[in-house]
T-cell receptor, first 115, second 111 residues
Framework: DTEVTQTPKHLVMGMTNKKSLKCEQH?????MYWYKQKAKKPPELMFV???????INESVPSRFSPECPNSSLLNLHLHALQPEDSALYLC??????????????FGQGTRLTVV | EDQVTQSPEALRLQEGESSSLNCSYT??????LFWYRQDPGKGPEFLFT???AGEEKEKERLKATLTKKESFLHITAPKPEDSATYLC????????????FGKGTTLSVSS
């Protein structure tokens, strides 16, 4: 099973709202990622978790707050977002082989619209 | 700085008309090159991993190859259902080996 499950699939939120995106995988992967993708652009890395610890934060604004409660779950907490944050948010996970990360598997994404 | 460049940006083919997509990379100590397919509004779908120059992988009408500087995704006798954006990615040394992506090639196959 190479499935990464993201919920919700669609989310509309106001600029004063607080919401959370959720991601789950059961492949035993210890690296998990959040990417942001705007229309007609490639996925852009936001955060990397390795063994449940935040290892990379690509200068993402503090209105995005990641959390990794355990090795299977990844959350992205959203607060006071701006309309320009509207995008497809993708979660991914990857395993390790020979000390390298193997291929990443992606969820279907959450389409976020900020109004 | 690690970089991935894909060409062409867009490709229109007739059904059955074979072609190739290119992915060139500059990264020190390549630890894999990955090809993905992405349909509109969906997450990228994993296709292939290539680790060393000379390696080839095939899946249905797709064949991926790797040299020391670039990778090709060959599409043989494409069908309309092959229409999608094809993304190439490499693990970045600056980002904890997370994938960095090229801008993709959008393939349209008409019948």
């Amino acid at each position: 099973d190479t499935e990464v499950t993201q919920t919700p699939k669609h989310l509309v939120m106001g600029m004063t709202n607080k919401k959370s995106l959720k991601c789950e995988q059961h492949m035993g992967h210890r690296a998990m990622y959040w990417y942001k993708q705007k229309a007609k652009k490639p996925p852009e890395l936001m955060f990397v978790y390795s063994y449940e610890k935040l290892s990379i934060n690509e200068s993402v604004p503090s209105r995005f707050s990641p959390e990794c409660p355990n090795s299977s779950l990844l959350n992205l907490h959203l607060h006071a977002l701006q309309p320009e944050d509207s995008a497809l948010y993708l979660c991914a996970s990857s395993g390790r082989d020979r000390g390298w990360n193997t291929e990443a598997f992606f969820g279907q994404g959450t389409r976020l619209t900020v109004v | 700085e690690d970089q991935v460049t894909q060409s062409p940006e867009a490709l229109r083919l007739q059904e059955g008309e074979s072609s190739s997509l290119n992915c060139s990379y500059t990264v020190s100590g390549l630890r894999g090159l990955f090809w993905y397919r992405q349909d509109p509004g969906k997450g990228p779908e994993f296709l292939f991993t290539l680790y060393s120059a000379g390696e080839e992988k095939e899946k249905e009408r797709l064949k991926a190859t790797l040299t020391k500087k670039e990778s090709f995704l060959h599409i043989t006798a494409p069908k309309p259902e092959d229409s999608a954006t094809y993304l190439c990615a490499v693990p970045s040394n600056q980002a904890g080996t997370a994938l960095i992506f090229g801008k993709g090639t959008t393939l349209s196959v008409s019948s």
